[in-house]
Nanobody, 122 residues
Framework: VQLQAYGGGWVQAGGSLRLACAAS????????MGWFRQTPGKERQFVAS????????RYANSVKGRFTISRDNAKNTVYLQMNSLRPEDTAIYYC????????????????WGQGTQVTVSS
């Protein structure tokens, strides 16, 4: 399994970005997917997750109502739409593949993308 995250960049506070993560392998349709983020010197933190069908999602409290996770199994891709971005959202964002959307720990995800930088200026 290989995951390739892209779509990061620089945006002013209040703006929007859409991240995407393309996955290889047929297991994508049978796997939960998650987005995490990490800033220098801190542990990687859960952002959002989605079940294999796309019908169930989970969000960190800090992004609830602003971020939306979705997936397109026909394209083996998971997305993270980020609206009303804040400077504290600045981080490297990682996509990951796991067994359940209920899990928020990094230990519960087996495969990781390389990360994409998101920078939000005030």
């Amino acid at each position: 399994v290989q995951l390739q995250a892209y779509g990061g960049g620089w945006v002013q506070a209040g703006g929007s970005l859409r991240l995407a993560c393309a996955a290889s392998g047929r297991a994508f349709s049978y796997s939960a997917m998650g987005w995490f983020r990490q800033t220098p010197g801190k542990e990687r933190q859960f952002v959002a997750s989605i079940d294999m069908s796309g019908g169930l999602t989970r969000y960190a409290n800090s992004v609830k109502g602003r971020f939306t996770i979705s997936r397109d199994n026909a394209k083996n891709t998971v997305y993270l739409q980020m609206n009303s971005l804040r400077p504290e959202d600045t981080a490297i964002y990682y996509c990951a593949q796991g067994s359940s959307y209920l899990y928020t720990s990094t230990r519960s995800y087996d495969y990781w993308g390389q990360g994409t930088q998101v920078t939000v200026s005030s």
